[in-house]
């Protein structure tokens, strides 16, 4: 006969030292995250909500630290206090606890709790940055470009193109989008960093406090050159890279300066976003290696570099320059480099489909010229 007893309930020899030793770790990661200075993992802070997200992350690094400890130490102690032994049967299971009400309850309750903690010190913050609306706030727009960022002013005509200015102590809306594809703008220094996407605005909000220069950083892989858009990365050759833009931070003065110089150069700028420009494009200089990797950003969702029969949306691309069976382009023109580029710089509507013309597809002349030098290489 099988003797069935009742085994008891234990925790294990050990279980309150080591929750001793959890608590003192635990209480020296507490300590850590709420006394060592940030600046080696994150720049000094230059803006305002940037002190509260450090807290914020201070306090979300304190709690996690602590939670890890006891949950990864918990498994471990467990896994060692009550592993198999040579004495138990082989098929030996361990003590089954169901429906420990008490249990359920505080860990029900604690996270709980806990989350909802975390919800309100993190929707306070986030709440200043997208929602509220300051009186007296410089309201400036960056738009992302492959490779580099453009940024827009009241009262300045068109864009201007090599950094971004705003004086201390004074509340800044941020709008950003795209031209082309997704980008980020993130100035680490700040602790704000939104999306740029096309066809969507998104706004940041924050009040600079400490003047100086800061990079922005793109942080959402936008094509071969996407490490362009980081200051902090030099290009193979070591120069600096052409899409790295920085955010800076003046005195009033200086910013007064700077922002009157720009309305003076702008002042016949045109303030239309880009568009098709007028007059053929020189195809002379095209690189077919930016070209390919262009294709694959720009033009691989539609055509296949394949036989004209290979249709995705359009016609396969391999053969547009060299193939006697189509002498013509989908427009009826000879097949031509210089026709090629008409289509890519107008676009195309016809019962073959539509194509978007270079503003659309976010291309300057000298991309065409590449594509088309790209296109002029396959056969
Ligand atoms: Cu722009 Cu990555």
């Known amino acids: ?39 080696n993992i994150l720049p000094a802070v230059a803006a305002q909500p940037g002190a509260d997200i450090d807290s914020l992350l201070r306090f979300m690094a304190a709690c996690g630290t602590a939670l890890f400890i006891f949950v990864a130490g918990y498994i471990v102690y467990f896994a060692i206090a009550f592993r198999a032994r040579k004495e138990d049967a082989p098929d030996a299971i361990g003590v089954q606890i169901h429906d420990n009400h008490k249990l359920e309850f505080w860990w029900t309750i604690i996270p709980t709790a806990f989350v909802v903690l975390l ?42 193109t090599d ?44 009040t600079p406090t400490k003047v100086g220069r800061y990079p922005i950083v793109c942080t959402e892989f936008c094509g071969t050159r996407h490490g362009e ?34 309305q003076v150069k702008n002042a016949n700028a045109s303030d239309a976003l880009a568009s098709v420009s007028s007059g053929a494009v020189s195809l002379a ?5 930016a070209g390919q990797a262009l294709f694959a950003q720009k033009c691989s969702a539609c055509h296949a570099v394949g036989p004209f029969s290979q249709r995705i949306v359009g016609p396969g691309l391999k053969g547009v320059l060299h193939d006697p069976a189509h002498p013509n382009l989908v427009d009826g023109d000879k097949a031509t480099p210089e026709n090629v580029a008409k289509i890519l710089q107008q676009g195309y509507k016809g019962d073959m489909g539509v194509m978007p013309n270079e503003a659309a597809n976010g291309l300057s002349d000298k991309d065409i010229a590449n594509l088309v030098a790209y296109l002029n290489s396959l056969k």
């Not at 279980?15 to 003192?24: E, G, Q, S, Y």
């Open 119 to 160: 919800s309100f010190l993190s929707v306070r913050i986030w709440y200043g940055i997208q929602i509220a609306q300051p009186t007296n706030g410089l309201v400036v727009e960056s738009i992302g470009h492959q490779w580099y960022y453009t940024f827009r002013y009241p009262q300045v005509h068109g864009e201007i």
């Open 1 to 39: 006969m099988v003797e069935h007893r009742t085994p008891a309930v234990s925790l294990g020899r050990g279980f309150w030292t080591v929750t001793a030793l959890f608590a003192v770790l635990s209480a020296l990661g507490i300590w850590y995250w709420e006394t060592t200075p940030l600046d």
């Open 229 to 262: 858009m980081d200051a902090e990365i030099p290009t193979e050759n070591g120069q600096k890279n052409p899409g790295a833009q920085y955010f800076v931070v003046d005195s009033p003065a200086d910013f007064q300066k700077w922002y009157h110089g720009w």
């Open 163 to 206: 950094e971004m200015h705003v004086p201390v102590n004074q509340p800044v809306v941020l709008n950003v989008t795209s031209a082309d594809v997704i980008h980020s703008f993130w100035v680490p220094a700040f602790r704000l960093k939104a999306d740029m996407v096309p066809g969507l605005i998104n706004t940041i909000r924050f």
């Open 285 to 289: 200089g095209g690189d077919a290696h």
